[in-house]
């Protein structure tokens, strides 16, 4: 329920005009409700007036909107609402406001889907970009007009204005955000960036990238689709060492294979790793879809405090490396595992159930989907996974389990009394024709028995409510439910 503060917050910010002339007559405190209000509505005059007028050296867009889940807003901010805040960046440096920071930071990109009212985080970044470089530009005229006017022109600008964002950058938009970040440097809007996402860029042209960012302000970089190599990664991560507060490295689909390494190759791990392990701070890595087989014991214990989120989707591991990592220092610290695409069958579920048991003190977030388990590896596994009574998340999509099966987990999910979101496989029972043993392509691409399904779910539905689980979302929808972000954990 919304407070009364709110409600006349909104009913100003409808009447732009009048609520910009008031700006000045306002109290300072009234400003974080009306720029809500601005901004949930759409009020674009408002929201430049507030900007170019705010009162406090902090603008935060975490501290001041709503989580996207409260009062049934929209998931994703409105393109109006943050075109309006960052076109305000131009005209708030002339107006000599109390802003020093504003902090655009915080809001995730749509992943699929993307609502074309709103603005994607790609989109986001470049607005930014382009308008630290227009202040640049309109300051250095207002330096060649002072010097025309023989005033005395600004040796350097008096009160420049951080902008702290996320930043996604792909080869389209890598020359734009590349000029922003080195002329912001003495610019009037400062850029700082938090988290950088890098898709498809070369070796070079990353580092020349990370050479630009500030090294207290960068806790996160993800390098996706790239196709660096070990060779290209030897390149890049060594330049991440100055980064004193990096929390998470991702290197998704980085082509890296460490099976048969020829010599030269073998010597480009070992540099890799030693470059891991200068990564002070770090507590997340992601490496999927790198081939690990034999070797993660090198690459694990190379860092120097453990990790509390670890990312190995379809990394090859054998039943050693589980054991490994069931030993190492990481295993009692993890909140968040990724083991997905990973047989965990056979020989490598014993390890795999050591390490769950022994991460089952602060793990929040499991993900074994497509991991060849079957109804008796499952119910072999319940004992230890009711040991993890913090968990929240579980995702064994795409594993060759009968509808017994998930009933019968459902049924032991009351020791677990956090858990919010389980995403489940279609019941092999419910298939058509399915070949057996089945492939993970099967089970994603077969004829499913619709009928048949329907009723397991009603089914699924009328336990859930037995147990007066309602806080309990059970799903098989794989792409509309991603499981926790690390940083939200």
Known sequence: MQSLLSLCAVQVARHQSLACRALTSLPRELYPALFRAAFMEGRTLVLQALVQTWPFPRLSFRQLLPEPKQMGLPKWPRKESVQAVILALLAAP????????????GFLDASCGQDPTTMSMWARSVAVARTCLSAQTQARAAQRLA???????????????????????????YSVLKEALQTSTCGPLRLRCRDLWAE?????????????????????????FNNLGLSGLCTVVPHMAKF?????LKLQYSNVDVRRLTAEAEGSFQHFVSAIGQLKCLKELNMGSSRLSGRLHQLLSSLQSPLESLELPFCALLPGDLSYLAQSSHATHLKK?????????????????????EASGSLLCLDITECQLMDVHLMSTLPTLRCCTHLRYLGFYGNPVASAGVKTFLENSRSLPELRLIVHPVPVDCYKDLPWPPSSASLLEGAVDEKKLASVQAELQKLLQAMQRHDVQWTMDIYGNNSLDYFSL
């Open 147 to 173: 010097k025309r006017r023989k005033l005395e022109p600004q040796a350097s600008v008096a009160n420049p204005v951080e902008v702290h964002t996320d930043l996604l950058v792909n080869r389209t938009s």
């Open 200 to 224: 498809e860029l070369s070796g070079p042209s990353t580092v020349a990238l990370l050479e630009l960012l500030d090294p207290v302000c960068l806790r996160q970089v993800d390098l996706r």
């Open 337 to 357: 595992l990724d083991l997905s695409g990973n047989k965990l069958s056979g020989d490598h579920l014993a390890p795999f159930q050591t390490l769950l048991k």
């Open 94 to 105: 002339r107006r000599k406001p109390q802003l020093r920071v504003l902090d655009m930071t």
């Open 244 to 248: 004193t507060h990096l929390l998470s």
